[in-house]
């Protein structure tokens, strides 16, 4: 993630700006609807806002102004490089690394560019955005409704849209939508969340707090009925993190930097903890929450073996595929998964220690501190937001998907753009919206 601030530089760059409205609706309703289009928004988003801004007369080398989150992102980007000479398979370690940079270099000059371009239309993309966030929320709350009518619609006409896996049928005909297949879009869900709201912040008082109290209710809504425990938390936790701080913004945000680093020094032994209380036989626990100790645990045995520089990047499905191949992992009895690592540890924090090492971890644990502290720069009405959306991030990474999927690093990496963008809602807003 990338520096949310930069100083103000710029003037009203004229009507050839007027297609970043469009791009910031579309984006979040686009991938709202299809997850993996992320990788091509983010795209996207961050060269229109550069092409823009260079258009508005931005020198160039202004993009990346030397940051020190700049230079804690590309050590890890770099550190991940390297790492990659000893990942099972090298071409797919490289590969990882190389989105890894492109999204460093990419969201932090399109931050930057995002930066210089103070105008009308950075509030109208403001608005766009949220208007785009609120319809692909809609989208999911009607599909887990209906149990997925509009996607079994589309796979009625596009067979090969969804995997089968995720299908209910009888009798040869698609009756539902395994909602688990919606995962993806609640978990955007959440980490539009708070950008939306932000950009809502820029209505007239009259009816902003309508629209915050609305776009609120849909996107909380879809996350409560959705099947994604990680982003249920992860709307409690960042709630509360908004909360806190609205009131106390320089403690919550210095805060959530030591909560980032600690989490990767207490998430080995927070794991074997767990285990040898019994907690993946708790009932009282999700069957995935059981199964997220049990794969945690074996995880984190591995760690073990290779502690100092961790088993190579992505090296993890690879790793799986080994053990199955020559000998099938345990599952003893009352176990709700078997002993093994799967295709990622579902924790970044972990998954950091197991395929990079401990000089992974403490690379990415000073990346994400020097980022979160770059929210004390924003204007002081979008700080208590960044910070919401900075632990949804965190939360979900927790819990939840694969460091390297290639949707959820580009999620992520987009979530800074829109931030920069909202936040003109609240920057030299026009009187009459005061």
């Given at each position: 993630m990338p520096s949310l601030a930069g100083a103000a530089r710029g003037?009203?760059?004229?009507?050839?700006?007027?297609?970043?409205?469009?791009?910031?609706?579309?984006?979040?309703?686009?991938?709202?609807?299809?997850?993996?289009l992320t990788p091509f928004f983010v795209a996207i988003v961050g060269f229109s806002l550069i092409a823009a801004a260079l258009r508005g007369g931005l020198p160039w080398r202004e993009l990346l102004p030397p940051r020190a989150a700049l230079a804690a992102c590309l050590l890890f980007a770099a550190y991940v490089f390297l790492n990659a000479a000893w990942s099972v398979d090298l071409l797919a370690g490289i590969g990882k690394a190389a989105l890894l940079l492109s999204l460093v270099v990419i969201t932090f000059a399109a931050v930057e560019a995002a930066s210089s371009l103070k105008?009308?239309?950075?509030?109208?993309?403001?608005?766009?955005?949220?208007?785009?966030?609120?319809?692909?929320?809609?989208?999911?709350?009607?599909?887990?409704?209906?149990?997925?009518?509009?996607?079994?619609?589309?796979?009625?006409?596009?067979?090969?849209?969804v995997p089968p896996k995720h299908l209910n049928k009888s009798h040869g005909i698609i009756v539902s939508l395994n909602l688990s297949k919606l995962d993806q879009n609640v978990n955007l869900a959440i980490f539009n969340l708070w950008p939306g709201l932000l950009a809502l912040m820029g209505l007239a008082r009259t009816r902003r707090t309508i629209a915050m109290i609305l776009f609120f209710a849909v996107i909380s809504t879809?996350?409560?009925?959705?099947?994604?425990?990680?982003?249920?938390?992860?709307?409690?936790?960042?709630?509360?993190?908004?909360?806190?701080?609205?009131?106390?913004?320089?403690?919550?945000?210095?805060?959530?930097?030591?909560?980032?680093?600690?989490?990767?020094?207490?998430?080995?032994?927070a794991n074997f903890i767990a285990y040898e209380n019994g907690l993946h036989f708790a009932h009282w626990l999700p069957k995935s929450a059981r199964a997220r100790i049990i794969l945690w645990e074996y995880t984190a045995e591995q760690v073990l073996n290779h502690p100092l520089l961790g088993?190579?990047?992505?090296?993890?499905?690879?790793?799986?595929?080994?053990?199955?191949?020559?000998?099938?992992?345990?599952?003893?009895?009352?176990?709700?998964?078997?002993?093994?690592?799967?295709?990622?540890?579902?924790?970044?924090?972990?998954?950091?220690?197991?395929?990079?090492?401990?000089?992974?971890?403490?690379?990415?644990?000073?990346?994400?501190?020097?980022?979160?502290?770059?929210?004390?720069?924003?204007?002081?009405?979008?700080?208590p937001f960044a910070a919401g959306a900075f632990a949804s991030f965190a939360i979900v990474g927790a819990f939840a998907w694969g460091m390297w999927q290639s949707w959820f690093l580009c999620a992520v990496a987009v979530v800074p753009l829109y931030l920069r963008v909202t936040t003109a809602a609240v920057e030299e807003q026009p009187a009459s919206r005061k």
């Amino acid at each position: 993630m990338p520096s949310l601030a930069g100083a103000a530089r710029g003037k009203d760059i004229g009507r050839d700006t007027l297609f970043l409205p469009i791009i910031f609706f579309i984006s979040p309703l686009a991938t709202g609807v299809a997850p993996r289009l992320t990788p091509f928004f983010v795209a996207i988003v961050g060269f229109s806002l550069i092409a823009a801004a260079l258009r508005g007369g931005l020198p160039w080398r202004e993009l990346l102004p030397p940051r020190a989150a700049l230079a804690a992102c590309l050590l890890f980007a770099a550190y991940v490089f390297l790492n990659a000479a000893w990942s099972v398979d090298l071409l797919a370690g490289i590969g990882k690394a190389a989105l890894l940079l492109s999204l460093v270099v990419i969201t932090f000059a399109a931050v930057e560019a995002a930066s210089s371009l103070k105008s009308k239309v950075m509030h109208q993309s403001a608005i766009a955005f949220a208007a785009g966030a609120l319809f692909g929320a809609l989208f999911v709350l009607i599909e887990l409704l209906s149990g997925g009518v509009l996607t079994r619609t589309l796979v009625g006409w596009f067979p090969h849209l969804v995997p089968p896996k995720h299908l209910n049928k009888s009798h040869g005909i698609i009756v539902s939508l395994n909602l688990s297949k919606l995962d993806q879009n609640v978990n955007l869900a959440i980490f539009n969340l708070w950008p939306g709201l932000l950009a809502l912040m820029g209505l007239a008082r009259t009816r902003r707090t309508i629209a915050m109290i609305l776009f609120f209710a849909v996107i909380s809504t879809v996350i409560m009925m959705s099947e994604h425990d990680s982003s249920q938390v992860a709307l409690v936790a960042s709630s509360l993190v908004v909360m806190l701080a609205l009131k106390w913004r320089t403690l919550v945000i210095r805060s959530l930097a030591v909560l980032w680093c600690a989490a990767f020094v207490f998430v080995i032994p927070a794991n074997f903890i767990a285990y040898e209380n019994g907690l993946h036989f708790a009932h009282w626990l999700p069957k995935s929450a059981r199964a997220r100790i049990i794969l945690w645990e074996y995880t984190a045995e591995q760690v073990l073996n290779h502690p100092l520089l961790g088993v190579g990047v992505d090296s993890t499905p690879f790793l799986t595929e080994q053990q199955k191949a020559s000998s099938p992992p345990e599952l003893p009895e009352g176990y709700a998964y078997r002993r093994t690592m799967g295709h990622h540890a579902h924790s970044i924090y972990l998954q950091t220690w197991s395929e990079l090492g401990a000089v992974g971890a403490l690379f990415l644990a000073a990346a994400g501190a020097a980022v979160v502290l770059l929210i004390a720069l924003l204007p002081i009405a979008a700080q208590p937001f960044a910070a919401g959306a900075f632990a949804s991030f965190a939360i979900v990474g927790a819990f939840a998907w694969g460091m390297w999927q290639s949707w959820f690093l580009c999620a992520v990496a987009v979530v800074p753009l829109y931030l920069r963008v909202t936040t003109a809602a609240v920057e030299e807003q026009p009187a009459s919206r005061k």
